[in-house]
């Protein structure tokens, strides 16, 4: 079975970074999307980017600019490197495995964002 592992949340003030990375294991991974998804307090979880087998990438509107995924197919990796970061940033930020059947979650990474 797929499994997705996040780290690198936490806590930042306003106009900091951080970078999220998302382990997979047990997943043909290097023809599959990837994605990075966030569900704030109260709101629906929403896509924040994704990135499918061969890099085309899609980034929702309010991240453009100020975020970056990237994966590595050698080491199932998948990142998000999150600059400029805003107090709306704030969320639980979920990694995301797609296509040929597959659609995992991950457990999720806490991201706070200090005005």
């Not at 970074?17 to 998302?22: I, T």
């Not at 990837?34 to 709101?43: D, E, I, L, N, V």
Request: hydrophobic share 35%.
């Amino acid at each position: 079975q797929v499994q997705l592992v996040e780290s690198g949340g936490g806590l930042v003030q306003a106009g900091g970074s951080l970078s999220l990375s998302c382990a997979a294991s047990k997943t043909i991974f290097s023809i599959t999307t990837m994605g990075w998804h966030r569900q704030a307090p109260g709101k629906q979880r929403e896509l924040v980017a994704s990135i499918t087998s061969v890099g085309t990438t899609i980034y929702a509107d309010s991240v453009k600019g100020r975020f970056t995924i990237s994966r590595d197919n050698a080491k199932k990796t998948v990142d998000l490197q999150m600059n400029n970061l805003k107090p709306e940033d704030t969320a639980v930020y979920y990694c995301r495995n797609s296509g040929y059947g597959i659609d995992v979650w991950g457990r999720g990474t806490q991201v706070t964002v200090s005005s």
